[in-house]
């Protein structure tokens, strides 16, 4: 059974620019969550889809975005690029009604 | 609001025994989960507790208190390979978004 994905793998943007990460879930798995780990801290949530509805988002601007297809896959959009918006970018995904969550690889963002 | 508590940092030696606790609020529970995480890695599974009591897993060992809004993970045999984060997630009430502890920063000695 295939892992959740992610790509890009890294990702190196100016300030201003926009970036958009993917995420592909786990097969059956219809929540998929988005987390922001910046360099020696926790986790940070951002966003939680199932279903293709959004479901809660975190503490985040709205220049955070994202969406979930009707394969259950995911894009986060970042707008308006910071610096200190250079971080891990996981994803993570769960079958409807379980709470164990499966992290991808993550996506490795610096901003310049 | 929900608030987790776990060491920022802990040093242990290798082949020693070491707990890493975690403390959380008690309303609104429905079970805590225990990942690791090393360095630039995602997060990766360890344990799972709803019920009290002690849950083995070989060299791993997850606790909890329900009433006392507590749990602990217990590692023995330690090994170079267990330096890592640890990283304790609780279940809140009828809502499947994980609220995570910022994480133990485990440092194994020779």
């Known amino acids: 059974e295939a892992g959740v994905t992610q790509s890009p793998t890294h990702l190196i943007k100016t300030r201003g620019q926009q970036v958009t990460l993917r995420c592909s879930p786990i097969?059956?798995?219809?929540?998929v969550y988005w987390y922001q780990q910046a360099l020696g801290l926790g986790l940070q949530f951002l966003l939680w889809y199932d279903e293709g509805e959004e479901r809660n988002r975190g503490n985040f601007p709205p220049r955070f975005s994202g969406r979930q297809f009707p394969n259950y896959s995911s894009e986060l959009n970042v707008n308006a690029l910071e610096l200190e918006d250079s971080a891990l970018y996981l994803c993570?995904?769960?079958?409807?009604?379980?709470?164990?969550?499966?992290f991808g690889p993550g996506t490795r963002l610096t901003v310049t | 609001g929900q608030n987790i508590d776990q060491p920022t940092e802990m040093t242990a030696t290798e082949g020693a025994i070491v707990q890493i606790n975690c403390t959380y609020q008690?309303?609104?529970?429905?079970?805590l989960f225990w990942y690791q995480q090393h360095a630039g890695e995602a997060p990766t599974f360890l344990s799972y507790n709803v019920l009290d009591g002690l849950e083995e897993k070989g060299r791993f060992s997850s606790f909890l208190s329900r009433s006392k809004g507590y749990s602990y993970l217990l590692l023995k045999e330690l090994q170079m390979k267990d330096s890592a984060s640890y990283l304790c997630a609780e279940i809140p009430d009828s809502n499947y978004q994980l609220i995570w502890g910022a994480g133990t920063k485990l440092i194994i000695k020779p």
């Open positions: 008690t309303s609104g529970f429905n079970g």
């Open positions: 097969s059956g798995h219809t929540s």
């Open positions: 993570a995904s769960s079958p409807t009604g379980d709470h164990e969550q499966y």
